[in-house]
């Protein structure tokens, strides 16, 4: 079973602000080093979603698709990934300076053998792969960052 990954970081804007750039899926590309491209299918995204997306490692690119799991407005996004079945969430937390930020990818019911496969001979084994997440995590977490706290506040 893959071990839950998690990195955080603090953002000197409100919960709101933060979510106004979050929830704007098509924008992932832009903070996940991984990510090329998240399409949301179907109206407003909300619970029940679904996307597909673009993956790339080097030369390795792949599809995936996922699945809206929470979407509360301010609070909290969570997705699964049907084809490896890993959870990934951001839940926002208020402080007195602007908003914590958790980003997780947990597996508990374990990966697909497809992707544990994949994953020992394309990408260097599950605890190399899962550092290279963490590095992701941390840098996806440091763009979303930079990214709200250069947005104006609007009124």
């Given at each position: 079973m893959s071990r839950t990954l998690e990195a955080t970081i603090d953002i000197s804007a409100s919960p709101q602000q933060v979510w106004a750039v979050l929830a704007d899926l098509?924008?992932?590309?832009?903070f996940s080093p991984q990510c090329r491209g998240m399409k949301v299918l179907g109206g407003p995204v909300g619970v029940g979603t679904s996307t597909i997306n673009i993956n790339r490692r080097g030369a390795l690119v792949w599809p995936t698709t996922s699945k809206i799991l929470t979407f509360e407005p301010g609070r909290e996004l969570r997705f699964r990934v049907n084809e490896?079945?890993?959870i990934w969430?951001?839940?926002l937390e208020p402080t007195e300076t602007g908003t914590h930020v958790v980003q997780r990818r947990e597996a508990p019911t374990g990966t697909t053998k497809i992707s544990r496969t994949l994953i020992n001979l394309a990408m260097g084994g599950t605890e190399s792969f899962d550092d290279e997440m963490i590095v992701g995590m941390n840098a996806t977490l440091t763009r979303l960052k930079h990214v709200v706290e250069a947005t104006p506040v609007t009124v």
């Open positions: 098509p924008r992932m590309k832009e490896n079945r890993t969430s951001f839940v």
